[in-house]
Structure formats: structure tokens, C-alpha cells
């Protein structure tokens, strides 16, 4: 799943990327409104964290914008303005959720993995496709009662694609949403996690149970029906 | 004599209301007037009376009999006066009819009175229910209620003059109460954004497993920076909250005090690449609290220096002028832009947000120097050109000007 903050407080931004990171989030970090605007137009976030009062456009405007162009980001404002009335113009603005500051880090990511939840497909805490489970919580991963080792990027393409099942994923959307600005990637480094993640589910090119290649478009994980 | 009489005066008015007071008041007016009227007819009939009974009964002598039909008194065997003194007998009958009147006015008098207060209660009650209605909406008004208005239809009397000030007052206080309240959300605001950046360097740190001692060390020093923002934006709202009566003046002389002041900035001028100079022309003595009246020169000078140009440069010149001393510090910054120029002194406000974090700022040092020079009785202008500089000028009351006005205590 990929984030994008969007925050001017230097020192509060690096550290929620930090943390949102080491939970197997991919994260950009916006320093301005406009910046702000412009990578959510440029990169396909699953959600972004929206701070409103930002230098050079106004966090308000940020989200009429970003909902307008990208009707299926999630966003949440992390604002310091805690009156209702601000609360009511966000969330009517097209905020999905809205948290003030300061905030406890565990109450943030619990409210982004709820988000992400909303998606009508993976209503559950746990994710489930055929013998496979998902805690994004936890972030634990289990086939069957075995529990699996996974990296974080095999566990962030396990999820996406857990999201998503029987749908097929494209290997520029799996790098869209399971890394970030900063690692220019090419398809290749997607086929080699994919490789590794197969490896580890125990599953075969040839005759898959799990990650089907389509190829020349990308991936699809087969549903247990 | 007098002092009981205030002072019983002073108790009736406590606990008679208005309406009590102003019946008391015609009714003691009616019988007042009511008396000096019985007393006007009374000495009148005195002295007019005998020269008419004079004038119809002395030529004849006759008319006894015609007489005592007029005056209303019994026969002639029940007043014996007049029959033993017959030449007196004018003397007789005037008496009579004087107090028969005497006795007819007062207690006329007591009837109109009466009639009269009733009447004034009534009245009262009339005049004063507008008042009655204004208190009632009055009382009804809240901190939370402050937009409501008093009616202020109706002719424009006493009362809708009442419900006018009334009115303007709750405006002004309106206004007053929406500064607070504006003010209190933005420290609130101000506040917030660093103690997010505490907890949640905290919280990610400490629920990171691999955190590496260089890790905690980046950490420290964010807090470090969060703490001192915080400790910062606390003294200023304390020194905003400061009142007059809390500041202590001394005899200041101003040269030497901006010497100081512009000694400190130079270090922060040499960072910014601005060269500052002091300009004393004249000396002059203001009484003022000097750390705060420093704190306020010095907010103005940082701010001329970290908005300015490198090679830039700020100066500081002192004038005397009409009533006092005018403090000028010029700068060849930025320049503040014509529609933000009315609200450079307002607490929190900032012409750049992002510019200002940059410089440090947390958009409260024009406002705390502003709030101090007002403390000290003068007042802060300012002078600007977009894209040329600034001019801010605080304008303070000499010491001997302010000792004429208000001696200090």
C-alpha cells in the first residue's frame, strides 16, 4: 500500500514515514501543498495523510483537488485545527477520515489500516483468498496454519494483490503502490519479489495455485473459487 | 441632619424599585404642591373675604338673617358669639368659612394625592415596561449568545437610546470575545503541531526494533527542536497575556539601551549578511520596563534582518518628537504587501507561512512588540513598500511627558 504525506513539519513528516515504513507502507513525503497536489496526481497513492494548514496551497484545497482528479484515494487530514466546524468542511470536502494533533502513532496507523479496509472487497481485518490469510495489523502471513516468512516487499505485494483477487495486476501498478518515489524501479525487480514470494507460497509458474502470470500485463491471484 | 437624611434617602432607594420611587415621588410632589396651593387660597380668602363681607353688610346692618343661611353653621343659640357681640360678628363668620375651606382643601388635597399616586404608579408602569423588556432580554444574553441584539424599533426616545448602547456595547464585547476566542485556538494550534512531532518521534522510535543509537541521536535532536519551539511560542503567549500593571518602569535612557540591543543583533545580521547601524541624534529618558521595551526593539530588528537582502541593511535612529521619542527602524527587506500591512501586528499572523518557518518565526514577534509599547503608553507604525523595505517607528511618551500625565506610584 502506498501513503503519501503531505505535511510542512519537516521533523513530524520524516518520522511518520519512518514508522509508516517499517509497517510495509511505501511512503512519499509532500512539503507543500502544491507538491502535495502535484505527486498525487503523478503516483497512484492508496491514501494520503493531509495536513490543512500548508504553505503555498491550503490543505482544503489539496483534498477538493486530489478527490476530484483521484476518486479513489482514501484521505485523511492530520490537522492541529481541532474546532467541529473545520471538521465538518474536511470531511465534507471528500476527507475520509480526520484525526488531530497530536495523535497517538498506534490510533494513526489502526485509522489507516480501517481505510484501507473500506475498499468493499477486503471488508475484513484479516484478508482472506482460498488458504491464505493476511493481517495487515500484524503484518503476518499465513498459508494454511503455516506461518510465512516474508519480507516487507513480499508482504506488500501478497497484500496488494490479496486486495484484489482474481483481478489482474499489472507490474507498473504493483510498483506504483508497493514502493516509492525515491527507488526508480524497473519490472524486473517486481519479477524477481514475485519469484521469491512463489517460492515461498511453494507455488510453481507452471502450474500455479496461487500467482498466475499473465503475460505481458501482469499478475492474478487466484481466488478460491 | 442632612447625613440621616442621605442616608435614609440612600436606604428607601435600595429597596423601593423605580417604579415605588417615582409614585413616591409625584404623590410627595402632588401633596406638596397640593399644600402650598391650600395656602395660597387659604391666606387669599383670609385677607379678601373680610373686605367683601365688609363691603355687603356694614352699610344696612340687615342682612343677619341672609347670613346665616350662607355660612352653614347652626342656629343662632348654639353660637352664642354672635349674638352677644354683634359689632363682631364679620370676624365671626370669616373664621368660619376659612376653616370650613381649610378643612375642604386638605382634605382634598389628601384625595387628589392619592388619586395622583395611583395615577403615577400607572404611569410609571407604562414608561417603564420598555426598560422591563430590555432587562428581560438582557438577562437572557450569554457569552455564547453575544450576537443577539436588543429591539431597537420604536420612537427614538430614552429608551431606544438605552437599547442602542446596550447593543454597541455587546457588539464591542462580541468582538472581544472573538479575539479571545480566535487567539486561544491559534496558541492551541500553535501548540499542537510541535507536541505531534514529539510524540510521534517517540513513538516511532521506541516501537522500532532496529533503532540504532545514531537513530536515537536524530531523534534527540528533533525533540531538542520541538522543546525549544514549544518553550518559545509559551513565553511569547505569557508576554501577550502580560498586563499593565505587571511591567515595572525605571528611568531608561534610550541611547544606551539600543546600543545594547543592536550590539546583540549584530551576530544574527553577520548570519543574514545585513549591516546594521544606530543612529542617536538625540538623548532622550522614557520610563519603561527595559527588558520588555529590549524584547519588543529587538523583535523589530530580527525582523528587519531575516526578511532583508545579503548586503542589505538595518537602521536605527532615534528622534525626539511632539510629547516623546520616536524609535525608527528601517530596513531594505522584502517589504510587507499593501493588503497584509493592516494585519502585521495581529497575534499568528504570517504574510508567508512557509517563508516564516524557514526564518523561524512563529508569527508572534510583531504582535508581542506592538503589545509592549502599548504597555508602555505609545504606539507602533508602520511604513512599507513592496519589494524596497520597511520602516516600523514606536513612538513612546518621554519620562518627564508621562510624569505629567500620570504621576507613578
Not at chain 1, 503516483?43 to 490543505?59: F, Q, S, V
Not at chain 1, 524486473?188 to 502470470?213: F, M, N, Q, W
Not at chain 2, 409614585?23 to 373680610?50: D, K, R
Not at chain 2, 502585521?344 to 504574510?351: L, N, P
Request: proline fraction near 4%; hydrophobic fraction near 40%.
Amino acid at each position: 500500500m502506498r501513503i503519501l504525506i503531505v505535511e510542512d513539519e519537516l521533523d513530524l513528516a520524516n518520522a511518520l514515514a519512518r514508522g509508516l515504513r517499517q509497517k510495509g507502507y511505501a511512503v512519499d513525503i509532500a512539503v507543500n501543498g502544491e507538491e502535495g497536489w502535484e505527486l498525487g496526481q503523478i503516483n497512484e497513492y492508496d491514501l494520503a495523510i493531509l495536513d490543512l494548514n500548508l504553505p503555498k496551497l491550503d490543505g482544503m484545497e489539496v483534498c477538493k483537488r486530489l478527490r476530484s482528479s483521484k476518486p479513489k484515494m482514501l484521505i485523511l487530514m492530520l490537522t492541529a485545527r481541532s474546532r467541529l466546524e473545520d471538521k465538518i468542511i474536511g470531511l465534507d470536502l471528500g476527507a475520509d477520515d480526520y484525526l488531530v494533533k497530536p495523535f497517538h502513532f498506534d490510533e494513526l496507523t489502526a485509522r489507516i489500516r480501517a481505510l484501507l479496509r473500506r475498499d468493499l472487497r477486503a471488508r475484513e481485518p484479516i484478508l482472506q483468498v482460498g488458504d491464505l490469510k493476511v493481517d495487515p495489523a500484524s503484518r503476518a502471513a499465513w498459508k494454511g496454519k503455516r506461518r510465512l516468512e516474508l519480507t516487507a516487499k513480499e508482504f506488500a505485494i501478497l497484500e496488494y494483490l490479496m486486495r484484489h483477487p482474481g483481478e489482474v495486476v499489472s507490474q507498473e501498478k504493483l510498483i506504483e503502490h508497493v514502493w516509492n518515489e525515491e527507488v526508480n524501479l524497473f519490472t524486473a525487480s517486481v519479477r524477481v519479489h514475485i519469484h521469491s514470494l512463489r517460492r515461498k507460497l511453494g507455488d510453481s509458474v507452471d502450474c500455479p495455485r496461487y500467482i498466475e502470470t499473465i503475460v505481458g500485463i501482469g499478475y492474478r491471484l487466484i481466488g478460491s473459487e | 441632619m442632612k447625613h440621616i437624611l442621605s442616608d435614609w434617602q440612600h436606604r428607601l432607594a435600595k429597596s423601593l424599585t423605580l417604579r415605588w420611587r417615582l409614585t413616591l415621588w409625584m404623590a410627595g410632589l402632588l401633596l406638596a404642591l397640593g399644600l402650598g396651593l391650600v395656602l395660597f387660597i387659604n391666606s387669599m380668602t383670609a385677607t379678601q373675604i373680610p373686605q367683601v363681607l365688609r363691603v355687603d353688610l356694614q352699610p344696612t346692618q340687615q342682612p343677619f338673617s341672609n347670613l346665616s343661611t350662607v355660612v352653614p353653621t347652626p342656629s343662632l343659640e348654639t353660637s352664642p358669639l354672635s349674638i352677644e357681640i354683634p359689632e363682631s360678628q364679620t370676624t365671626g363668620v370669616q373664621e368660619i368659612v376659612i376653616r370650613q375651606v381649610r378643612l375642604i382643601s386638605l382634605i382634598g388635597i389628601g384625595l387628589f394625592a392619592l388619586a395622583g399616586a395611583v395615577g403615577a404608579y400607572w404611569i410609571a408602569k407604562q414608561s417603564l415596561r420598555p426598560v422591563r423588556h430590555l432587562s428581560r432580554l438582557a438577562q437572557k444574553i450569554q457569552a455564547q449568545t453575544l450576537d443577539q441584539r436588543l429591539p431597537t424599533e420604536g420612537p427614538p426616545d430614552e429608551v431606544k437610546e438605552l437599547a442602542d448602547a446596550f447593543n454597541e456595547m455587546l457588539a464591542r464585547l462580541e468582538r472581544a470575545f472573538e479575539q479571545q476566542n480566535r487567539f486561544v485556538a491559534d496558541a492551541a494550534h500553535e501548540l499542537r503541531t510541535p507536541l505531534a512531532t514529539l510524540r510521534t518521534n517517540l513513538e516511532v522510535i521506541q516501537r522500532d526494533p532496529d533503532a540504532t543509537l545514531s537513530d536515537y541521536k536524530e531523534v534527540s535532536g528533533v525533540l531538542e527542536r520541538a522543546l525549544t519551539r514549544l518553550e518559545k511560542l509559551v513565553e511569547g503567549l505569557l508576554l501577550l497575556a502580560k498586563g499593565e500593571r505587571e511591567i515595572q518602569t525605571e528611568p531608561v535612557e534610550m541611547g544606551v539601551l539600543l546600543s545594547e540591543i543592536v550590539q546583540e543583533a549584530k551576530i544574527l545580521a553577520q548570519a543574514y549578511q545585513v549591516e546594521i547601524s544606530l543612529d542617536i541624534s538625540e538623548s532622550a529618558t522614557v520610563l519603561a520596563d527595559a527588558p520588555l521595551l529590549a524584547r519588543a526593539i529587538s523583535n523589530l530588528l530580527e525582523n528587519g534582518i531575516r526578511y532583508n537582502r545579503p548586503g542589505g541593511f538595518v537602521n536605527v535612529t532615534v528622534q525626539r518628537a511632539l510629547n516623546g521619542v520616536e524609535i525608527h527602524v528601517q530596513d531594505t527587506g522584502i517589504g510587507i504587501p499593501l493588503d497584509t500591512q493592516p494585519h502585521i501586528f495581529e497575534r499568528f499572523y504570517r504574510v508567508d507561512r512557509s517563508r516564516t518557518r524557514e526564518q523561524g518565526g512563529y508569527g508572534l514577534g510583531l504582535s508581542i512588540a506592538a503589545h509592549i509599547v502599548h504597555l508602555h503608553g505609545g504606539h507602533i507604525q508602520l511604513k512599507s513598500t513592496p519589494g524596497a523595505g520597511s520602516i516600523f517607528t514606536i513612538c513612546l511618551p518621554t519620562a518627564e511627558n508621562q510624569a505629567s500625565e500620570e504621576p507613578q506610584t
